[in-house]
């Protein structure tokens, strides 16, 4: 499953995480105590209360919070590289930047195998080393073979 973590859609994520798992229908309104209907409304919504994600993270055993943390890691440190000057370091929330997880490596290296962005351009925007980058690429090389 490949998920867009610059546009989140989380009821197209559920749908297909439920769908992978082969989750049942009847199984997810019994859990809910909700109708058929309602399920499928969630599928097609862009957002949810986080009551209602973290209900879907226990019932699928996945965690569908995972896509706005990675959203947040990718896309804060640009804003905090940029408005670096009005940081105040023990007020602000602080992003490891050393923890990348599977979806941030797969959308930076997509960047670069479709030339969407430069090397030069992530490790600017998104203050990822040139060295980690790299290593993701050969990995990603080493996968293929």
Known sequence: ????????????IIKEV???REITIP??????KIDEREVFRMF???SLESDL???????????????????????????QTKNNKNLK?????????NVY???IKEYILELVNTNQKTLSDIIKEYNIPKTTI??????QDTEKE
């Open 53 to 79: 994600i973290l209900k879907w993270s226990k019932l699928a055993e996945y965690d569908f919070f995972r896509p706005y943390v990675t959203h947040l890691m990718l896309f804060a440190s640009i804003s």
């Open 44 to 46: 097609e919504q862009k």
């Open 18 to 20: 439920i769908e992978e």
């Open 27 to 32: 199984r997810i309104c019994n859990f809910f």
């Open 89 to 97: 370091k023990s007020e602000d929330i602080q992003f490891r930047k």
């Open 1 to 12: 499953m490949k998920i867009n973590v610059k546009d989140i859609h989380i009821g197209n």
């Open 134 to 139: 790299y290593k993701w690429m050969r990995k």
């Open 101 to 103: 997880t599977k979806e």
